[in-house]
Each structure stands twice: as structure tokens, then as C-alpha cells.
């Protein structure tokens, strides 16, 4: 089994920067893919971010890239999303989860077994 919760979410101000943490337990989590996807109600859930076990590849949606990075200490278990110049656009719950069959990053939801509650980021014009 492997547990993720997620925090850091809240209310910002465009332009502003929040940091999202997934704390990780469990099984060795530090061995596979982590994604972070977002979801607005009505929506399906999107894929934000993605990093290898290692943290050495790195994967973003066009929507976040150049704003958003994900990051991962492995010894702290702990998988990371820095969102920098937020648009009101990125309001959503972010979700961070875990990819336990396979050693590659997808974007494909269904590929990921483990996911957290999620954390509510609002950001305001």
C-alpha cells in the first residue's frame, strides 16, 4: 500500500507562487513515477507534471510549462509541484499520485494506482 497527502494548496493572488508537497508513505514510493493532475468540477482530471523515480526526467502540460516544476528528495519521500506565476486558470484541486506498475511517467490517468485527497488552489484576478 502507499499513502500520499498533499498540502501547500490555498488562496493567491494571480501572478503569485504557492509550493504543493505530496508526503508519501508505504512502500518504497521513491522507486516509481509520481504525477501531479488537476481537476475543476465538470472537468476530467488533467495531467499537470510528472518526474522519474531518480528526479533526472522531468514532464509538463504545455498549459504549466516554463511556470510550474515538480521535484522529488526521495529520502524526505516527498514529491513537490512550485507553481510560479499563477493564473486564475489554475484554480483547481491538485493531486499527486503514484505509478507503481511501471518505471515510465504517463500522462494517462488510469496508469496511476495511488492517489492523495487532494488540495484546493484558488487564484484570484
Known amino acids: 500500500q502507499v499513502q500520499l497527502v498533499e498540502s501547500g494548496g490555498g488562496l493567491v493572488q494571480a501572478g503569485g507562487s504557492l509550493r504543493l508537497s505530496c508526503a508519501t508513505s508505504?512502500?518504497?514510493?521513491?522507486?516509481?513515477?509520481m504525477g501531479w493532475f488537476r481537476q475543476t468540477p465538470g472537468k476530467e482530471r488533467e495531467f499537470v507534471a510528472g518526474i522519474t523515480w531518480s528526479g533526472g526526467s522531468t514532464y509538463y502540460a504545455d498549459s504549466v510549462k516554463g511556470r510550474f516544476t515538480i521535484s522529488r528528495d526521495n529520502v524526505k519521500k516527498t514529491v513537490y509541484l512550485q507553481m510560479n506565476s499563477l493564473k486564475v486558470e489554475d484554480t483547481a484541486s491538485y493531486y499527486c499520485?503514484?505509478?507503481?506498475?511501471?518505471?515510465?511517467?504517463?500522462?494517462?490517468?488510469?496508469?496511476?494506482?495511488?492517489w492523495g485527497q487532494g488540495t484546493q488552489v484558488t487564484v484570484s484576478s
Open positions: 508505504g512502500r518504497t514510493v521513491s522507486i516509481y513515477p
Open positions: 499520485a503514484a505509478r507503481t506498475t511501471n518505471v515510465a511517467v504517463t500522462t494517462r490517468i488510469r496508469e496511476y494506482d495511488y
